[in-house]
């Protein structure tokens, strides 16, 4: 195994570390373990490129990785009041429409490459910071203008959340009326 493939193998692995040090209550050391799966995030394709090291393995598994740290970390702190339910139904929801759109692109024999949009990757970075501040927030009171922004970041993430998945949703139609093999008409 590549060191870009086991660092994101370490991201799969501290997904279920988070979570459960979340319900235990011990914020700060979900924190520290949220910073590591950040930072293993950003170098695996960096390291992937530098080192020559893409692999057909990777790129599965690297947007797997993702989605397994944003799922949990969002449903983990709705269920104990650090980030609104409502934001964590928006963002989940976006990646199950995502999800259901490729396996309908799938069976429909549509050619796909899945690249994300400058959009996407927008909405990625405030996924991350919500969770990021969520988790300073449960560490200790850092005061009214920290909950402030943080009420604000969770608004733009959301409304991010929503652009970014209309933005697939739109690219998965295009795909379909562009002449993708579907099932045969009678």
Do not use: H
């Not at 660092?7 to 924190?31: F, H």
């Not at 994300?116 to 203008?145: C, E, R």
């Amino acid at each position: 195994m590549n060191i870009p493939n086991a660092l994101t193998v370490l991201r799969i692995v501290l997904v279920p570390v988070i979570v459960i040090l979340l319900i235990q209550g011990q914020y700060a050391k979900a924190l520290v373990c949220f910073v590591i799966a950040g930072v293993t995030d950003g170098l695996d394709g960096l390291l992937a490129r530098i080192l020559n090291q893409k692999t057909v393995v990777g790129a599965y598994l690297d947007p797997v990785a993702d989605k397994a740290l944003v799922i949990s970390m969002f449903t983990t702190l709705a269920i104990i009041g650090a980030v609104p339910g409502w934001l964590a139904v928006v963002v989940i929801s976006r990646d199950c429409i995502i999800l259901g759109g490729i396996l309908v692109l799938t069976l429909m024999s549509v050619d796909l490459e899945i690249n994300p949009s400058y959009v996407s990757k927008i909405n990625t970075t405030l996924q991350l910071a919500s969770i990021f501040f969520a988790l300073v927030l449960k560490v200790g009171d850092t005061g009214k203008s920290v909950r402030e922004a943080f009420s604000v970041l969770c608004w733009l993430t959301a409304a991010f959340t929503v652009i970014s998945g209309g933005d697939y949703i739109l690219r998965g139609m295009k795909l379909i009326g562009g002449g993708g093999a579907g099932p045969e008409k009678t």
